[in-house]
């Protein structure tokens, strides 16, 4: 599957951001689809994920981003709010299909397909 994320930008402390992932070629409806981050010298984390039977965040999001779906517009989301400056990093989402088992949810083998990543700035 190809996905194409957007929404990316530069923001202010405390600000919000939604982010899109629209995805091509399959339908994603049973795609087990997540968020990755990675910030300037720093490894690429999970974020986020989504999958039949639930959602899942990485610890210093909870509360505070908010991954959901659209099946019918094969689309991926996340609305970031409450914003900090080490949110800063470029977001990827990825995908593969089927319910991932929990202990690859979290990492990046987890997941066969990846979008091309857009950037979020936070500023202080």
């Known amino acids: 599957v190809q996905l194409q994320a957007s929404g990316g930008g530069l923001v202010q402390t405390g600000g919000s951001l939604r982010l899109s992932c629209v995805a091509s070629g399959r339908t994603t409806s049973r795609y087990t689809m997540g968020w990755f981050r990675q910030a300037p010298g720093k490894e690429r984390e999970f974020v986020a994920a989504?999958?039949?039977?639930?959602?899942h965040y990485a610890e210093r999001v909870k509360g505070r981003f908010t991954i959901s779906r659209d099946d019918g517009k094969n689309t991926l989301y996340l609305q970031m709010n409450s914003l900090k400056p080490e949110d800063t990093a470029v977001y990827y989402c990825?995908?593969?299909?089927?319910?991932?088992?929990?202990?690859?949810?979290?990492?990046?083998?987890?997941?066969?397909?990846w979008g091309q990543g857009t950037q979020v700035t936070v500023s202080s």
């Open positions: 989504i999958r039949p039977g639930g959602t």
């Open positions: 990825a995908a593969r299909p089927g319910r991932s088992i929990l202990s690859v949810l979290f990492t990046e083998d987890g997941y066969d397909d």
